[in-house]
């Protein structure tokens, strides 16, 4: 239990840094993905535990809910800032399939060794549902985002680090 523990505050600890790394310029931006991958991840995590397809068997908050808080809606919701900060606007359509393809995999490993290594998370049969499921999931939070923080009719979002955001 321990182990579990000390695993989760270091997952709290890297994503509070990697927020902070986000910058001041883009705070606004931050807080919107992080409040729309919250929304999306929660209502899947849901539906996917109930399914069975998975459990968290340490979580922090047991009677509340049957998904892991800290995966769920803080590491997550980070990994997701990143990669729409990261995000090759400007590239070939081969280069961003490959961007979620990395973020997925990045995504798929990291789940399988908390699997693995700890008893934060128990797959119920194969986690191949989680390279469908996540880089949809950072589709429709990258569209949400964008439809957000469009610019007037006729022009672009021409990427993540203009002025206004």
Sequence with gaps: MAKEQSVLLLMWIASVL????????RVRATVLLVLLFQTMTWLLSLVLTNLSLFEFPVREL???????????????PTFAVWFQYTYPVR?????????????????VVFYNLMAQFTSLVKFHGSPFWLYLTLPANLYINRQVFLWFVREEPGKSVTGLSEKRL
Excluded: D
């Design 62 to 76: 047991p009677k509340a809910t049957a998904i892991n808080f800290t995966f769920e809606f803080i590491l997550f």
């Design 91 to 107: 590239k070939s359509k081969a280069r961003q399939l490959g961007h979620y393809a990395l973020y997925a995999t990045i995504f």
């Design 18 to 25: 990697l927020l902070c790394m986000t910058g001041r310029r």
